[in-house]
């Protein structure tokens, strides 16, 4: 299937809002402009810059990222009263494509906090949206906790929402709670029996407190939605937000049977993902999917042997769609004979195979007692102890044909 024939879904990045939200990650005015930069560089649709009210740092990075953008719709989040519109669209109104996006909690739990009834907050979203809608034509509506909101009364605001001139809404999930067959059929719902519904996109905005975000998000996307709402690296509130480079990366290795596509370039994507690492002080874990310094690591005899022979033997994407120079195969202590020999030549030593014997128990002694070994390790060769240094000098004699343990790897 050719990307023209498929259905695009638009990317909606919030790391400098919800990102920046979570505990500990927040981001200089300097940093916040450099990664928008990267983030429009790299193709995303919509940048959610930051929470204008919030804060006079937050004014002034969404008035600048605005003023900067090149390609991105720039969009700024505002609560359901017109004072947090109005500055809201002080800050985006310099961007060449703003939008205002304002939100309400319609859960019973977040219905409580402002102390409104259904009838009361319905009024309430009427007017806010009405407003946002006068200041600008690109107005995003969210019911927040919407998977926990009672199904008549989400349906009876996202219509109201509509009406009054919303042209995207997205469903939060704002506590992670959904699961993808459940996240799939609410957009369905909501596409097939709200009036107006066909004529305005559905987003979705996963947390991930049950590690369910990006499968929640692409479900979404089964169901209907066409805009997803992510962060680098999964940053975010709590267990983070989903992870734009999941996403991505899932609907492009996957597109035989998620036929979407989007216009990020994805090898930008692990040069991102470092600066987000660096500048929100969060790293990225070393099995992380996609940007984990481990995602394109083999350490294991078996997988390096078929790795060395073809690499789709145990990878499903190549390193350089993501951004990487390489696979990084990682000598250690589950390393075998294949791998020893591929790295040795790399580095312009061709041995005879009993010389690679002789190097191969060298190389696991030490690998046995250390994490791994690497070109740079402080003192290589390592001292061996005097019971291997005799079985050493007998193996130097072997011949190449030197029988492998039945339990050795390749
Ligand atoms: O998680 C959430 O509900 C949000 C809203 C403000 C969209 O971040
Ligand atoms: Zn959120």
């Not at 919030?14 to 193709?43: F, N, V």
């Not at 359901?80 to 669209?89: E, G, M, S």
């Not at 002694?365 to 079985?391: E, I, Q, V």
Request: hydrophobic fraction near 40%; glycine fraction near 6%; charge should be neutral.
């Amino acid at each position: 299937m050719t990307d023209s024939s498929k259905d695009r879904v638009y990317i909606f990045d919030t790391t400098l809002r919800d990102g920046e939200q979570s505990p500990g990650a927040t981001m200089t005015h300097a940093e916040k402009l450099e990664i928008a930069q990267l983030l429009d560089e790299m193709g995303v649709d919509i940048i959610e810059a930051g929470f204008p009210i919030a804060s006079e740092g937050d004014f002034r990075a969404v008035s600048e990222i605005s003023k900067r953008s090149q390609n991105a719709v720039i969009c700024g989040l505002a609560r359901a009263n017109l004072r947090d519109i109005d500055r809201c669209w002080e800050a985006v109104k310099h961007a060449r494509q703003p939008r205002i996006h304002t939100f309400i909690g319609t859960s019973p739990l977040h219905r409580a906090i402002p102390n409104l009834d259904k009838d009361q907050m319905a009024e309430r979203i009427h007017e806010t949206v009405t407003h946002a809608r006068n200041l600008c034509d690109n107005v995003q509506w969210s019911p927040m906790d919407a998977t926990r909101t009672e199904w008549d009364y989400l349906a009876r605001t996202v219509e109201i929402a509509i009406k009054a001139g919303a042209t995207t809404v997205n469903i939060p999930d704002t506590v992670g709670y959904t699961a993808p067959a459940e996240s799939a059929e609410l957009i369905r719902r909501l596409i097939n029996e709200v009036p107006g519904a066909d004529e305005i996109i559905f987003a979705t905005h996963c947390h991930n407190d049950l590690g369910m975000a990006t499968a929640n998000s692409l479900a979404a996307v089964d169901g209907g939605a066409r805009q997803i709402e992510c962060t680098i690296n999964g940053l975010g509130e709590r267990a983070g937000n989903t992870a734009l480079e999941e996403v991505v990366m899932a609907m492009k290795v996957r597109g035989d049977i998620m036929p979407y596509t989007t216009r990020v370039d994805t090898t930008k994507l692990m040069n991102i993902s470092r600066r987000v690492a660096t500048v929100s002080g969060f790293a990225v874990q070393f099995n992380k999917a996609i940007v984990g310094k481990n995602a394109f690591a083999h350490e294991s005899g078996i997988h390096q042997d078929g790795m060395l022979k073809n690499a789709e033997t145990f990878e499903i994407m190549r390193p350089e769609d993501v951004g990487l120079a390489e696979t990084n195969i990682v000598m250690g202590k589950h390393s075998g004979r294949a791998a020893l020999r591929s790295k040795l030549k790399d580095l312009g030593y061709e041995l005879a195979d009993n010389q690679l014997n002789d190097v191969f128990v060298r190389f696991k002694w030490p690998t046995a007692r250390r994490r791994s070994m690497t070109k740079t390790s402080s003192r290589w060769p390592p001292p061996m102890p005097p019971r291997m240094k005799t079985a050493l000098s007998s193996n130097r004699c072997a011949s190449s044909a030197a029988p492998r343990g039945h339990n050795q790897p390749p």
